[in-house]
């Protein structure tokens, strides 16, 4: 199965971290430096990208950032979007490189509070990424977003002469008994996505579904990669279940190496959207390349690059889908959301509610 969701599913988050272990895992790329794109001397040096580790631009994709500009890009890598933005938190000022990419929309608020990155206002952002964009906030910048949501086997209801489930008051139908897989909200970058979800389109009501959800025989796993890979009877690993908490890009992932269309499907009315920014880490010591980076990842090629290696979608407009998406995986119209004020305020708490919800 695709690594990348698997290098997203978890999010635990330690509440202390030590700040000398925060340039393990550091990677340099080798390419060469080369004349910048406007022309002159060459230019030299290095921006460092600190990221998650389902960061994965391929290699000729970077190189051209080389050549464009003269810049070699570091990495240095952070597990997944919840541990990254507690470890720039903790380094706020003093950060372990010049330019930050992944910290999502059900993070960022945290982030910001903390003073981890400086204002910068990208000129290739006109193109698409100000829609994305948090209302008023220069020092964040859109880069993809992602839809998290129900998905379906789809072979399992027609088989089982099922009807296929549509919504979330589907999912507590005592015909779909014991066949809906989540991951806990606490632990799982996309279990905690579908409990916003759940509580964007039902504010008032959210735990008495998630209750009756349980009495359902929901089964919580702690990670995407065991609901997914593991629980869910559409997958490579053929498990018991026929609905599972997923991406609107997973089925994508399932088309045959024949071109067959996939037996799974999301559906589309049960979507969180979660927006991926890259923000200029105060304190960097090459801001000029952190600027630079950030409009390169605004660019054409990398955002055509994007689907096909992280499972995003690209925000600048007019970057074509891969055809299995186009045809698989499309944009859901309205999916749910919440601001990122919104997730700050009321996390723990919705948490603590939740874990009520299912008895735990």
Same mark, same amino acid.
């Given at each position: 199965?695709?690594?990348?969701?698997?290098?997203?599913?978890?999010?635990? !988050?330690?509440?202390?971290?030590?700040?000398?272990?925060?340039?393990?895992?550091?990677?340099?790329?080798? =390419?060469?430096?080369?004349?910048?794109?406007?022309?002159?001397?060459?230019?030299?040096?290095?921006?460092?990208?600190?990221?998650?580790?389902?960061?994965?631009?391929?290699?000729?994709?970077?190189?051209?950032?080389?050549?464009?500009? @003269?810049?070699? !890009?570091?990495?240095?890598?952070?597990?997944?979007?919840?541990?990254? =933005?507690?470890?720039?938190?903790?380094?706020?000022?003093?950060?372990?490189?010049?330019?930050?990419?992944? !910290?999502?929309?059900?993070?960022?608020?945290?982030?910001?509070?903390? @003073? !981890?990155?400086?204002?910068?206002?990208?000129?290739?952002?006109?193109?698409?990424?100000?829609?994305?964009?948090?209302?008023?906030? /220069?020092?964040?910048?859109?880069?993809?977003? @992602?839809?998290?949501?129900?998905?379906?086997?789809?072979?399992?209801?027609?088989? /089982?002469?099922?009807?296929?489930?549509?919504?979330?008051?589907?999912?507590?139908?005592?015909?779909?008994?014991?066949?809906?897989? &989540?991951?806990?909200?606490?632990?799982?970058?996309?279990?905690?996505?579908?409990?916003?979800?759940?509580?964007?389109?039902?504010?008032?009501?959210?735990?008495?579904?998630?209750?009756?959800?349980?009495?359902?025989?929901?089964? &919580?796993?702690?990670?995407?990669?065991?609901?997914?890979?593991?629980?869910?009877?559409?997958?490579?690993?053929?498990?018991?279940?026929?609905?599972?908490?997923?991406?609107?890009?997973?089925?994508?992932?399932?088309?045959?190496?024949?071109?067959?269309?996939?037996?799974?499907?999301?559906?589309?009315?049960?979507?969180?959207?979660? &927006?991926?920014?890259?923000?200029?880490?105060?304190?960097? /010591?090459?801001?000029?390349?952190?600027?630079?980076?950030?409009?390169?990842?605004?660019?054409?090629?990398?955002?055509?690059?994007?689907?096909?290696?992280?499972?995003?979608?690209?925000?600048?407009?007019?970057?074509?889908?891969?055809?299995?998406?186009?045809?698989?995986?499309?944009?859901?119209?309205?999916?749910?959301?919440?601001?990122?004020?919104?997730?700050?305020?009321?996390?723990?708490?919705?948490?603590?509610?939740?874990?009520?919800?299912?008895?735990?």
């Amino acid at each position: 199965m695709i690594t990348a969701f698997a290098r997203r599913a978890a999010i635990a !988050v330690p509440a202390v971290l030590a700040a000398g272990a925060l340039l393990a895992g550091c990677s340099t790329s080798t =390419a060469p430096s080369s004349p910048s794109a406007s022309g002159g001397a060459p230019v030299t040096g290095t921006v460092t990208l600190v990221t998650h580790d389902s960061f994965h631009l391929p290699d000729d994709v970077l190189a051209a950032f080389t050549k464009q500009t @003269g810049l070699k !890009v570091d990495t240095v890598e952070f597990g997944d979007a919840g541990t990254l =933005a507690t470890k720039l938190s903790l380094t706020a000022g003093s950060p372990p490189g010049d330019v930050s990419f992944g !910290v999502d929309n059900t993070f960022a608020s945290r982030t910001l509070q903390a @003073g !981890v990155f400086q204002a910068y206002a990208s000129p290739a952002a006109a193109n698409g990424a100000s829609t994305f964009g948090l209302p008023g906030e /220069k020092r964040l910048t859109a880069v993809d977003y @992602g839809d998290v949501c129900l998905n379906i086997d789809t072979r399992y209801f027609s088989e /089982k002469k099922l009807p296929e489930p549509r919504s979330y008051d589907d999912l507590v139908d005592p015909k779909y008994r014991g066949l809906t897989v &989540v991951e806990d909200p606490s632990t799982a970058s996309p279990g905690l996505a579908f409990l916003l979800g759940t509580i964007a389109t039902d504010p008032n009501g959210w735990q008495n579904w998630w209750r009756r959800l349980a009495a359902n025989d929901v089964s &919580v796993t702690s990670d995407w990669n065991t609901a997914y890979s593991s629980e869910f009877s559409g997958s490579s690993g053929k498990g018991p279940r026929p609905i599972v908490v997923s991406y609107a890009s997973s089925p994508a992932a399932e088309v045959g190496k024949d071109g067959s269309a996939p037996a799974t499907k999301a559906l589309l009315d049960t979507c969180f959207r979660q &927006v991926e920014y890259a923000g200029v880490l105060r304190g960097a /010591k090459n801001v000029a390349g952190a600027q630079k980076f950030i409009d390169f990842l605004l660019s054409r090629q990398a955002q055509a690059a994007m689907p096909d290696s992280m499972y995003v979608y690209p925000v600048t407009r007019g970057v074509q889908l891969p055809s299995a998406w186009a045809k698989y995986a499309p944009v859901p119209d309205k999916p749910a959301s919440l601001t990122p004020q919104q997730i700050a305020d009321g996390r723990d708490g919705w948490l603590r509610a939740w874990r009520q919800a299912l008895g735990r």
